[in-house]
């Protein structure tokens, strides 16, 4: 009678496991939030400059529903925690995005906004000297025809001073940049150049990607044949696949996360969190804590100044008890050890955007400026306690 086999035993799923680094969750107490302005609807996201010349960042914030582009002016130190002094640069239907961009280099720093739904352009507002007279703004429309979802200014030909890199989304969408005439003002004579079809633009980031001394742009495309995360490499635009295909990415930010010296790519779809490592874009997927929405966005920042990048990240579908936004710190080794899920937001809030990582009160640390467009928290940002302890 023959001995019976050994029963044998796939080691894959243990494998598997182990590739996968686990997240436990400590989640702890939420940060406060302070108020920029609430008094609109639908804020969708927030971007950053210094437009008045006086050391702090200033906030530009397309109100989707609400149907206005607003300035926020820092207010000082020692009022962060105040609603900050703002004005209305234009009034413009479905605005996605609103970005600083001095077009005519006069001095006053513009403003453009992105707009979809049934509007499908993009505006400039014109700045006057005195930043906070909205009488003195002036819309016109740049562009049309796409519904259009991001605006990154960029030099992009070397003539002329700002030009655009622009994205969009849905049909007839792309990437491409905007090229700027002798005169800014002269609206007709701003060109399009279309560089790739896409689907649905979400992040436009200028990076120097090859290290060659001039800017790239990092791309993430959340829907259709061409979706994914990718770099567009200057001066012949040539596309370069880094991955994410097969999800639909959202939010993208860029960075040394393993202090190899090598910038990484890290993504966020609905469940997880792609960290994409510097030098051969391997994919290593980190899953989102539970008690949390679908992710939205995600940021690298020293959260807790220990010397090593952590993890941030904004979701929206946060319903009920579901946290809008929390961050994530390694141990050991970010490949294989465990991620330790910290909060931020807590309850309050449905659908956060972008998260961007700054310090706003100038502490030392860093804080997350952010927007929710459905609970009527507006834009606010969550002062980080590693400084206030």
């Known amino acids: 009678m023959r001995a019976a086999s050994p029963m044998r035993v796939s080691l894959f799923p243990l494998l598997v496991m182990w590739l996968i680094p686990q997240v436990a969750s400590q989640a702890g107490e939420p940060w406060a939030r302070h108020t920029i302005d609430d008094s609109s609807k639908g804020a969708d996201g927030v971007r950053l400059a210094d437009i008045n010349g006086d050391g702090l960042i200033d906030i530009a914030t397309g109100w989707e529903e609400g149907g206005v582009v607003r300035v926020y002016l820092h207010p000082g130190r020692g009022k962060e925690a105040a609603h900050w002094p703002s004005v209305t640069v234009g009034k413009v239907k479905s605005p996605e995005d609103a970005v600083f961009a001095d077009l005519d280099g006069d001095g006053a720093i513009d403003v453009v906004s992105s707009c979809e739904g049934n509007n499908r352009r993009l505006f400039v507002h014109w700045a006057p000297a005195a930043t906070l007279d909205a009488e003195a703004w002036k819309t016109e429309v740049l562009l049309d025809g796409q519904s259009w979802m991001y605006a990154l200014p960029q030099d992009v030909d070397g003539r002329n001073g700002i030009d655009l890199i622009v994205g969009s989304k849905g049909k007839g969408a792309s990437v491409g940049w905007l090229e700027a005439p002798d005169d800014a003002r002269k609206i007709g004579d701003w060109k399009f150049h279309r560089l790739q079809d896409a689907g649905w633009i979400m992040s436009l980031i200028a990076v120097d990607m090859d290290r060659d001394g001039d800017e790239d742009v990092l791309v993430s495309d959340r829907k259709g044949e061409r979706r994914g995360v990718y770099w567009l490499e ?143 928290l507006g834009v606010f940002w969550y002062e980080n306690p590693t400084n206030s302890r």
């Not at 465990?338 to 804080?367: F, M, N, S």
């Open 234 to 376: 200057r001066p012949e635009w040539k596309r370069h696949d880094i991955g994410g295909a097969d999800r639909e990415i959202l939010f993208i930010d860029h960075g040394d996360l393993d202090q190899d010296g090598v910038d990484d790519v890290v993504a966020i779809d609905k469940s997880t969190i792609l960290w994409f490592r510097g030098g051969g874009w391997e994919e290593h997927p980190i899953p989102l804590p539970d008690g949390v929405g679908g992710g939205k966005s995600v940021a690298l920042c020293d959260v807790d100044l220990d010397g090593r990048n952590d993890l941030v990240f904004s979701c929206e579908g946060a319903a009920g008890p579901l946290s809008g936004m929390r961050w994530l710190s390694w141990e050991d080794n970010p490949l294989t050890g465990r991620w330790r899920d910290q909060e931020i937001a807590g309850e309050p809030g449905l659908k956060y955007d972008r998260v961007v990582p700054y310090d706003v009160d100038g502490d030392g640390d860093c804080d997350m400026l952010c927007c929710e467009e459905r609970d009527g």
